[in-house]
Structures are given as structure tokens and as C-alpha cells.
């Protein structure tokens, strides 16, 4: 009974690989588990006998907050992520009145291991509504609860496609705009898995310069050589912390785990595009912040509602926008990018 529980537990956490061999594919059991297309081309994948495009290279996780550990799991084998745009779903009168989405409450933000999910110096952008409230609770709580450093406040302003606004900018009950609050992840000590600090560097003048006892040098454990003996005639125990370098150049101190120079990011940008017919869809906002990402490496979305190319997209709505129509963000990243259907 037990190889039977540890083999069901390894199913469970095993990721589903949709292969090239074929463009249709189909999978029931993909609720709490990973899926990861190994494609370089979109697949069709039917899932209870409904149909929804992958975009190739793409990997997620449909599930609820409860249910997260897997992408935890899979973040610790692969590798943490450079971009993280969050997208919640944030509590309002018309999504509880149109009942157009669950809705979470702010309080259980947190419950999301950012230090998790987050490599070192990763942007993280969380789009907000036009409260000033959910701003400030964003900047003054959740950032400093995750580690994040805040670093930003965009604007999206909304238009028709006659090209004016969604909504007066005046107006009391709707605004035609939306807010994305953007910082940066500073991992700390206790968040990194090796908390061993770096070894010092220390370069002598040259390979057969007189040693001179100096602190840096371990203190007590050098001698004062004699006059005319050359270092080859004599051996010691440097600290364990030091390693050498033979350079001619003056003696000094340096770390070889620099930190990372963070791209400089823009304080007030406002963008505008015309808004999407379905509630709280967002614009691909990839092409904008990879600029002001330390590295081009993973990116994760957490609360999608879409899958993107190369992206890892994780919530309970995970495939609402990949059936296959025109009108999915899917398809209006296509558009954007030249990509054939």
C-alpha cells in the first residue's frame, strides 16, 4: 500500500509534457498539475471535451491558491523567475454584481511565497484598480511582506476603438484608467539556500614579493619573513575564507559576487491601448519591462487568464482566453508579433 500511495503522489506531482507528435492532443486530468508544451508550434489540447490552443514553449498550472505547491515544486527544479506580473482578482461591486469572476480577498495576498517563486533582482508588477487604497495597501504592506522593493507607478489609460476614453476622467464612480505597481525582489539571507558568504579575494604585488603581516591577511597566522628570504621558503594556513590570486597590483580587497547593476525604471509612464471587450483583461505588458529586467531569462504570471509563448502561467482561470477565437488575448498577441495562425 505504501509504493501505491508514493507512486500516486508521483503522478500527481509529475508535470504532463505535451510532445510534437502530434497537434491534437487531449488530457483530463490536468487540474493541480503542471503542463508543459515541449512544442515550438501551438497545439490543440482538449480537455473534457473542450478544446483550447497552447502556445508553444508555454507551461501552467490550473489550479486555486490551495493548490499552488506544484508550481512551488516545479520553480525549485527549474529555476526561479525574472519577470512575475501578477494579476489579482481584486474585490469590486461589478465583479460581484455580474458575478464575472471570483474575486479574492485582499488578505490572502500574502499567503503568496513570492520568495518562492522570485529569483534575486526579479521585477514584479501587480496590476491594480484605480483605488488609491489597494495602491497604498500594494506599496506600504504586501511589498514589504514579499521583500520587494517598490520602484514604480505606471498608468494604462483606456481607449474606444474610435479613440476616445472608456470613461470620463472626471468621473466619480469609473475611471478610464488602471495602475500597475512595480518593484523589485531583494532576496535576503534567509531566503537564499545558501547563506555561506562569499570567499575574499586577496591579490599579492607579485608571485615573489616580500609577505607583510596585515590583518587582511589573517593576522597572527603570517611571520614577519627575514630580510633577503623569498616567499618560496616559506609556508602557512591562510583562513579558510581567503583564497589568492598572484596580480601585479596594489593590495586590496574585492568581492567576486558584485551586485547586479538594476536597470533604472521610468517612475510615472503612462501607455495607452484600446480596451479588450472581456472584463479585466490586460495588455501583454512583456515587451515593456524585459527592458528593465536585470537578465532575459523566465517569466511567470500569476492569476492569468491567457498563456503566452515561453511563459509560465498559473490560476484558477488559467485557460479562460485560449479557446480558439479571434478575440482571445492569445490571438491579439499573435497579431502583435507577426506570428502566422
Same mark, same amino acid.
Given at each position: 500500500? *505504501?509504493?501505491?500511495?508514493?507512486?500516486?503522489? +508521483?503522478?500527481?506531482?509529475?508535470?504532463?509534457?505535451?510532445?510534437?507528435?502530434?497537434? %491534437?492532443?487531449?488530457?483530463?486530468?490536468?487540474?493541480?498539475?503542471?503542463?508543459?508544451?515541449? *512544442?515550438?508550434?501551438? $497545439?490543440? &489540447?482538449?480537455?473534457?471535451?473542450?478544446?483550447?490552443?497552447? !502556445?508553444?514553449?508555454?507551461?501552467?498550472?490550473?489550479?486555486?491558491?490551495?493548490?499552488?505547491? !506544484?508550481?512551488?515544486?516545479?520553480?525549485?527544479?527549474?529555476?526561479?523567475?525574472?519577470?512575475?506580473?501578477?494579476?489579482?482578482?481584486?474585490?469590486?461591486?461589478?465583479?460581484?454584481?455580474?458575478?464575472?469572476?471570483?474575486?479574492?480577498?485582499?488578505?490572502?495576498? =500574502?499567503?503568496?511565497?513570492?520568495?518562492?517563486?522570485?529569483?534575486?533582482?526579479? /521585477?514584479?508588477?501587480?496590476?491594480?484598480?484605480?483605488?488609491?487604497? &489597494?495602491?497604498?495597501?500594494?506599496?506600504?504592506?504586501? #511589498? =514589504?511582506?514579499?521583500?520587494?522593493?517598490?520602484?514604480?507607478?505606471?498608468?494604462? /489609460?483606456? #481607449?474606444?476603438?474610435?479613440?476616445?476614453?472608456?470613461?470620463?476622467?472626471?468621473?466619480?464612480?469609473?475611471?478610464?484608467?488602471?495602475?500597475?505597481?512595480?518593484?523589485?525582489?531583494?532576496?535576503?539571507?534567509?531566503?537564499?539556500?545558501?547563506?555561506? !558568504? =562569499? =570567499?575574499? %579575494?586577496?591579490? $599579492?604585488?607579485?608571485?615573489?614579493?616580500?609577505?607583510?603581516?596585515?590583518?587582511?591577511?589573517?593576522?597572527?597566522?603570517?611571520?614577519?619573513?627575514?630580510?633577503?628570504?623569498?616567499?618560496?621558503?616559506?609556508?602557512? @594556513?591562510?583562513?579558510?575564507?581567503?583564497?589568492?590570486?598572484?596580480?601585479?597590483?596594489?593590495?586590496?580587497?574585492?568581492? @567576486?559576487?558584485?551586485?547586479?547593476?538594476? !536597470? +533604472?525604471?521610468?517612475?510615472?509612464?503612462?501607455?495607452? *491601448?484600446?480596451?479588450?471587450?472581456?472584463?479585466?483583461?490586460?495588455?501583454?505588458?512583456?515587451?515593456?519591462?524585459?527592458?528593465?529586467?536585470?537578465?532575459?531569462?523566465?517569466?511567470?504570471?500569476?492569476?492569468?487568464?491567457?498563456?503566452?509563448?515561453?511563459?509560465?502561467?498559473?490560476?484558477?482561470?488559467? /485557460?479562460?482566453?485560449?479557446?480558439?477565437? +479571434?478575440?482571445?488575448?492569445?490571438?491579439?498577441?499573435?497579431?502583435?508579433?507577426?506570428?502566422?495562425?
Amino acid at each position: 500500500m *505504501c509504493n501505491l500511495a508514493s507512486l500516486a503522489t +508521483e503522478y500527481e506531482c509529475a508535470p504532463i509534457i505535451l510532445q510534437n507528435d502530434t497537434h %491534437r492532443q487531449e488530457h483530463n486530468d490536468v487540474f493541480g498539475r503542471i503542463v508543459r508544451s515541449s *512544442c515550438d508550434q501551438e $497545439l490543440n &489540447l482538449t480537455i473534457l471535451g473542450r478544446e483550447f490552443v497552447i !502556445p508553444p514553449r508555454s507551461t501552467f498550472l490550473l489550479s486555486n491558491l490551495c493548490q499552488i505547491t !506544484p508550481l512551488y515544486n516545479y520553480t525549485a527544479c527549474n529555476g526561479k523567475y525574472d519577470l512575475i506580473v501578477i494579476d489579482p482578482p481584486w474585490e469590486n461591486r461589478s465583479a460581484i454584481r455580474g458575478r464575472k469572476y471570483e474575486w479574492l480577498p485582499t488578505e490572502r495576498l =500574502p499567503e503568496l511565497s513570492i520568495q518562492r517563486l522570485a529569483a534575486k533582482g526579479a /521585477l514584479v508588477a501587480v496590476w491594480v484598480t484605480n483605488k488609491r487604497k &489597494l495602491t497604498m495597501f500594494i506599496r506600504q504592506k504586501l #511589498f =514589504p511582506k514579499w521583500n520587494i522593493c517598490y520602484q514604480a507607478e505606471w498608468h494604462w /489609460l483606456k #481607449f474606444t476603438t474610435g479613440g476616445d476614453l472608456i470613461h470620463e476622467m472626471d468621473s466619480v464612480h469609473k475611471k478610464p484608467y488602471e495602475v500597475v505597481v512595480i518593484g523589485r525582489y531583494m532576496e535576503t539571507s534567509s531566503d537564499s539556500s545558501d547563506s555561506t !558568504p =562569499p =570567499p575574499k %579575494r586577496i591579490c $599579492l604585488e607579485s608571485s615573489d614579493s616580500n609577505l607583510k603581516t596585515d590583518s587582511e591577511f589573517g593576522g597572527d597566522q603570517f611571520t614577519e619573513p627575514e630580510s633577503g628570504i623569498r616567499n618560496s621558503d616559506y609556508s602557512y @594556513s591562510p583562513p579558510n575564507d581567503v583564497e589568492f590570486c598572484t596580480e601585479k597590483r596594489p593590495i586590496r580587497e574585492s568581492s @567576486s559576487h558584485e551586485e547586479p547593476v538594476h !536597470p +533604472e525604471i521610468i517612475k510615472n509612464f503612462v501607455f495607452a *491601448c484600446v480596451a479588450s471587450q472581456a472584463h479585466s483583461q490586460k495588455p501583454y505588458l512583456g515587451d515593456i519591462l524585459d527592458k528593465y529586467c536585470t537578465k532575459q531569462g523566465r517569466k511567470l504570471e500569476l492569476f492569468a487568464r491567457n498563456l503566452l509563448p515561453g511563459w509560465t502561467s498559473w490560476g484558477n482561470e488559467v /485557460l479562460l482566453f485560449q479557446v480558439p477565437r +479571434e478575440s482571445t488575448d492569445y490571438c491579439v498577441y499573435k497579431k502583435h508579433r507577426g506570428i502566422a495562425k
